[in-house]
């Protein structure tokens, strides 16, 4: 299957700076990609989506300039967590597609990235 | 919107014993029903998906059945192992993953051996 890479794994910061993480798509396009949360021993809530070129939607309850989202090209989202506080620390995880015509519309999921804020 | 619920939310198995996790949803235009499997510390993988076209799909220990009159769909691992360990969650999205997927609450399987 599709590659999906998430950098960083891993990243503690002190309270009030930004973190940004990166979702690459290695092996294709990717049309849209998807930006989720998780806490622990809870399912993914879906943060945002994203398409190449155009703003990212945000779900209802997601802060939009909290959380910057940039699809700058079809194998690059950014995800920048703005101000970061202890309440951010989570794990981020991100999805893309090729949409329906390539790939029946499979989600690839990067390996996620652990957000700790002291 | 859609909502997708999910039972049990731990389940254990002694190894070789079969698993069934069940999932129901809530909207009837749903029509593609993924299953992933979650390890410690990473992202999920798909394991097995279903479209509203099919029934049952298998593939090699995995089986997914799909009941669309019930809205109901299940996961089933036989000859369960120690490295199925995992959590598993269902989905379902309109028009596969180019529309937002909503993800069951998870099940956390434990093999014992």
């Known amino acids: 299957g599709a590659v999906v890479s998430q950098h960083p794994s891993r990243v503690i910061c002190k309270s009030g700076t930004s973190v940004k993480i990166e979702c690459r798509s290695l092996?294709?396009?990717?049309?849209?990609m998807f930006w989720y949360r998780q806490f622990p021993k809870q399912s993914l809530m879906l943060m945002a989506t994203?398409?190449?070129?155009?703003?990212?939607?945000?779900e209802q309850g997601v802060e939009k300039d909290k959380f910057l989202i940039n699809h700058a090209s079809l194998t690059l989202s950014t995800l920048t967590v703005t101000s970061a506080h202890p309440e951010d620390s989570s794990f981020y995880i991100c999805?893309?597609?090729?949409?329906?015509?390539?790939?029946?519309?499979?989600?690839?999921f990067g390996e996620g990235s652990r957000l700790t804020v002291l | 919107g859609e909502n997708v619920e999910q039972h049990p939310s731990t389940l254990s198995v002694q190894e070789g014993d079969s698993a069934v996790i069940k999932c129901t949803y809530s909207?009837?235009?749903?029509?593609?029903f993924p299953w992933y499997k979650q390890e410690l510390g990473k992202g999920p993988q798909l394991i097995i998906d279903?479209?509203?076209?099919?029934g049952e799909k298998k593939d090699q220990r995995i089986a997914v059945t799909l009941n669309k009159t019930a809205k109901h769909f299940s996961l089933h691992i036989t000859e369960t192992q120690p490295e199925d360990s995992a959590v598993y969650f269902c989905?379902?999205?309109?028009?596969?993953?180019?529309?937002?997927?909503?993800f069951g609450i998870g099940t956390k399987l434990q093999v014992i051996p």
């Open positions: 092996d294709f396009q990717a049309t849209t």
């Open positions: 279903i479209r509203s076209n099919v």
């Open positions: 994203s398409n190449e070129g155009s703003k990212a939607t945000y």
């Open positions: 989905a379902a999205s309109i028009s596969g993953g180019y529309q937002k997927v909503t």
């Open positions: 909207d009837s235009a749903s029509n593609y």
């Open positions: 999805s893309a597609t090729l949409g329906m015509d390539a790939s029946g519309g499979e989600l690839f």
